[in-house]
């Protein structure tokens, strides 16, 4: 199993990035996917969820500015992020539980300067 996030980098308050997550080794249509983040010093935290149903869960922190989607036909997941803020920046990665193992992508950095 494979997660490999993309899209991060500097951006200044306000402004909007795009994650993407390609995975391979899982049956994508099925699986549940999240994104997490890390910011310096703190623990990691759950970002935001979409269930193979499609469903979707988030932050409160996030919510109304952040949104999740997937593409099954791509098997990829991604996370808009709009009205982004100086205590977004973290290293966001993607995740998911996959027959009982815990899957991590490498992380991607998104840094929001005031």
């Known amino acids: 199993v494979q997660l490999q996030a993309s899209g991060g980098g500097l951006v200044q308050a306000g402004g909007s990035l795009r994650l993407s997550c390609t995975t391979s080794g899982i049956i994508f249509s099925v699986a549940n996917m999240g994104w997490y983040r890390q910011a310096p010093g703190k623990q990691r935290e759950l970002v935001a969820r979409?269930?193979?149903?499609?469903?979707?869960v988030y932050a409160d922190s996030v919510k109304g500015r952040f949104t999740i989607s997937r593409d099954n036909g791509k098997s990829m997941v991604y996370l808009q992020m709009n009205g982004l803020r100086p205590d977004d920046t973290a290293v966001y990665y993607c995740?998911?539980?996959?027959?009982?193992?815990?899957?991590w992508g490498q992380g991607t950095q998104v840094t929001v300067s005031s």
């Open positions: 979409i269930f193979s149903t499609g469903d979707t």
């Open positions: 995740n998911t539980m996959w027959r009982q193992y815990d899957y």
